[in-house]
T-cell receptor
Framework: DAKTTQPPSMDCAEGRAANLPCNHS???????VYWYRQIHSQGPQYIIH???NNETNEMASLIITEDRKSSTLILPHATLRDTAVYYC????????????FGKGTSLLVTP | DSGVTQTPKHLITATGQRVTLRCSPR?????VYWYQQSLDQGLQFLIQ???????AKGNILERFSAQQFPDLHSELNLSSLELGDSALYFC???????????FGPGTRLTVL
């Protein structure tokens, strides 16, 4: 899996959009970008994944640059419950092996 | 709710003891993964089973073992426990060879 780089921490005001960046400059053509989050001591939660097109679901949007070297996870209206560690992971499609969680970004949503 | 269940939620035991953690994957998922998360540490992959067979091993100690049963539930056995084994243990499952894993709520193990 390609290496990903994320800022260690970010703050966001409640109700505002949280934009979490991820750099994956060595990503290969068949690697997807996956996002998970872990709310304190809970099991990691799958958020979204994408290959090259922008993706949106009920939780978030994923914007991938045209060269695929970076991406941004967008939480459109952050709430206090979105405070968590967010992990960006690059991996091949249908790779049934373990996820390599790095250090992620610790997002703090403040009132 | 991810559909993955783990029992027990909490476990407190003494050094030298043996415990068993249980995981039931989402309905239809064939793969089960075990991860360990120590205090202030990242999620470390331990072992994976696919349809009853061991598929991959990570940083799993020899004192630890796992198995997946015909009904696809899995158990992680931890023996000769040490203080450093205190951690959160998560189970995840995925379909066939899918990359999307769904995690259970975890078991918090405290070794005194």
């Amino acid at each position: 899996d390609a290496k990903t780089t994320q800022p260690p921490s970010m703050d966001c005001a409640e109700g505002r959009a949280a934009n979490l960046p991820c750099n994956h400059s060595t990503i290969s053509g068949n690697e997807y970008v996956y996002w998970y989050r872990q709310i304190h001591s809970q099991g990691p939660q799958y958020i979204i994944h994408g290959l090259k097109n922008n993706e949106t679901n009920e939780m978030a949007s994923l914007i991938i640059t045209e060269d695929r070297k970076s991406s941004t996870l967008i939480l459109p209206h952050a709430t206090l419950r979105d405070t968590a560690v967010y992990y960006c992971i690059a991996r091949q499609a249908n790779s049934g092996y373990a996820l390599n969680f790095g250090k992620g970004t610790s997002l703090l949503v403040t009132p | 709710d991810s559909g993955v269940t783990q029992t027990p939620k909490h476990l407190i035991t003494a050094t030298g003891q043996r415990v068993t953690l249980r995981c039931s994957p989402r309905s239809g998922d064939l793969s089960v993964y075990w991860y360990q998360q120590s205090l202030d540490q990242g999620l470390q992959f331990l072992i994976q089973y696919y349809n009853g067979e061991e598929r991959a091993k990570g940083n799993i100690l020899e004192r630890f073992s796992a198995q997946q049963f015909p009904d696809l539930h899995s158990e992680l056995n931890l023996s000769s426990l040490e203080l450093g084994d205190s951690a959160l243990y998560f189970c995840a499952s995925s379909g066939a060879l899918s990359s999307t894993q769904y995690f259970g709520p975890g078991t918090r193990l405290t070794v005194l």
